[in-house]
Each structure stands twice: as structure tokens, then as C-alpha cells.
């Protein structure tokens, strides 16, 4: 049960809420929201499958995961411009402190590519999801509104 709502929780964390695009005036802003929400999609596409509420895919999991990747890779240029918006989730401690974030992104990447290598059937899921959603998570509670 305490699995459940940790991938729960996780997927929550790393997800994005979705605010209208269309609202958010920073060119910026929406490339940064659009690529969180796609993380935010690849990790609930990661937590049915954990959930059972969809069949186990290896190559699904797995592209998920690379997605997860090259989103995390892109994320530190994403945030190079300090722009913000009233729509954004983004706090100002980003720009403060940006190496650290730098940091907590490429360790999102590292995490993406390692749960990449090792997950090789269902039951390596749960730790996959685990791990990228404790790196999600240790950004999104510093960085994130």
C-alpha cells in the first residue's frame, strides 16, 4: 500500500499542473512548462504501469525514460533566462542558486540513464520510479512553487 502512494506522491512531484499555456506571455516560460509537463507524462506513463492500471511495456518504460532523459539534459538551458511569469511554478531561488539547480537537473539525467540500463522487466519498475521520482523531488521542493 505504502508503494502505491509513494509512486503516487512521486509522479505528483515531478508533474507539472497544468496551467494554460496560451496565458503565459514569456516564450521562455511556456518551452519550460511545455518540457516539465512532458516529464511530468513520461513518469505517469511509468507510474500505470507500477500501478497496474496499464500492462507492463518494456520499450514504453524504456522510451519513457529516455524522454525523462533528454528532458533533464535540456532543463538547465530551458531556465538559463531569468523570466517569469504569474502563471509559472518557478521559484526565483532558481537564478540564486543556479548551479545547484544545474546540478539537480543533470542528476535527473544521471538517474533517467541509469534507471535506463538497469530496468530489464517489471520488476526493476518500482525502483526506477523511485529513484526519478526522489530526484524530481529534491528540486521540485526547493525550486517549485
Not at 509537463?37 to 492500471?53: A, F, H, P, Y
Not at 522510451?63 to 511569469?85: G, H, Y
Not at 533517467?112 to 521542493?141: F, M, N, P, Y
Request: glycine fraction near 6%; aromatic fraction near 4%; proline fraction near 2%.
Amino acid at each position: 500500500m505504502q508503494l502505491k502512494y509513494l509512486a503516487i506522491a512521486g509522479i505528483i512531484i515531478c508533474g507539472t499542473a497544468m496551467h494554460s499555456i496560451a496565458s503565459v506571455e514569456s516564450e521562455a516560460v511556456t518551452a519550460r512548462t511545455k518540457a516539465m509537463s512532458e516529464i511530468s507524462d513520461n513518469m505517469r506513463v511509468l507510474g500505470l504501469m507500477l500501478k497496474g492500471q496499464v500492462n507492463f511495456d518494456l520499450v514504453s518504460a524504456k522510451s519513457a525514460i529516455q524522454n525523462i532523459q533528454k528532458l533533464a539534459d535540456q532543463t538547465p538551458r530551458l531556465f538559463e533566462i531569468e523570466a517569469v511569469d504569474p502563471h509559472a511554478e518557478a521559484k526565483p531561488e532558481i537564478w540564486s542558486n543556479y548551479e545547484d539547480f544545474v546540478n539537480k537537473a543533470l542528476n535527473l539525467k544521471t538517474a533517467a540513464i541509469d534507471a535506463g540500463g538497469s530496468l530489464v522487466d517489471e520488476d526493476g519498475l518500482r525502483d526506477v520510479v523511485l529513484s526519478l521520482g526522489k530526484t524530481c523531488k529534491s528540486c521540485h521542493s526547493v525550486y517549485r512553487n
